[in-house]
């Protein structure tokens, strides 16, 4: 069976975990909805229900490499999964739980840009 995910961190094009999509079939870019919040979590992102546009890529993947990127996730204790809607068709994308832990956004929604993005610290 095949997913679709879409992917706003460490899993896009570049970036330090894009090897789990090495077999994957990339769908294309988007912006997504203004239905997100991005945070910096130091090494990794995490995003939230919010309303702040992500900038994103969707993938077409087999259940082994969605069952390796639910373990990179650490689905379902750390990140939770929902269905979104995309140009591509409908999607999951994994959205962090532990709201508490959020200090830094990233403005942009860009986790590729966030070393530009002037970052704002919530309480």
């Known amino acids: 069976m095949s997913h679709r995910v879409l992917v706003y961190g ?23 909805q ?11 992102p995490a995003a939230i229900k919010g309303e702040q546009t992500l900038l994103a890529e969707v993938y077409l993947v087999d259940d082994e490499t969605m069952q390796q990127l639910d373990i990179l996730e650490d689905y379902p204790l ?19 739980q532990n709201k508490r832990l959020l200090k830094k956004c990233i403005p942009s929604g860009d986790w590729c840009q966030r070393d ?8």
């Open 116 to 123: 530009n993005d002037s970052a704002i610290k919530t309480k």
């Open 10 to 32: 460490t899993l896009r094009e570049g970036e330090s975990n894009h090897y789990l999509l090495s077999d994957s079939q990339f769908l294309g870019s988007v912006v997504t």
């Open 78 to 96: 750390e990140y939770d999964r929902e269905l979104v809607t995309t140009p591509h068709g409908q999607a999951w994308i994994y959205l962090y």
């Open 34 to 44: 203004a239905q997100f919040q991005l945070f910096d979590l130091g090494p990794y």
